[in-house]
């Protein structure tokens, strides 16, 4: 059994940044891909990033490539999103998820996840 929480959201004006916080505790196989998720109010859970923990290897969505990395702390069983240059468009919930296996040369969807957090509110003003 995988447990993640989320921590870092917030309000933040236009341009400004964010530093997503996801701590995972237990099932060490299944954390193989860590990615975190956007969903606006409204729309579907989207991801936006994930990362293959063995290697480091990253993946991002178009809306987010540039201004969003995905990083870990192996010691402290901890993946970051650092969201920069936000944008309005960033607001909603954003999610940590845990799947296997881990896709590299696309999105991880919804449907793959086995594990979620509780998620985090960002709120992006223009």
């Known amino acids: 059994q995988v447990q993640l929480v989320e921590s870092g959201g917030g309000s933040v004006q236009a341009g400004g940044s964010l530093r997503l916080s996801c701590a995972a505790s237990?099932?060490?196989?299944?954390?193989?891909?860590m990615g975190w998720f956007h969903q606006a109010p409204g729309k579907e859970r989207e991801g936006v990033a994930h990362m293959y923990t063995k290697t480091g290897m990253t993946y991002y969505g178009d809306s987010v490539k540039g201004r969003f990395t995905i990083s870990q702390d192996k010691a402290k069983n901890t993946v970051y999103l650092q969201m920069n240059s936000l944008k309005p468009e960033d607001t909603g919930m954003y999610y940590c998820a845990a799947a296997v296996p881990c896709p590299l040369y696309r999105p991880l969807l919804a449907t793959q996840p086995t594990y979620w957090g509780q998620g985090t509110q960002v709120t992006v003003s223009s």
């Open positions: 237990g099932g060490t196989y299944s954390r193989d891909c």
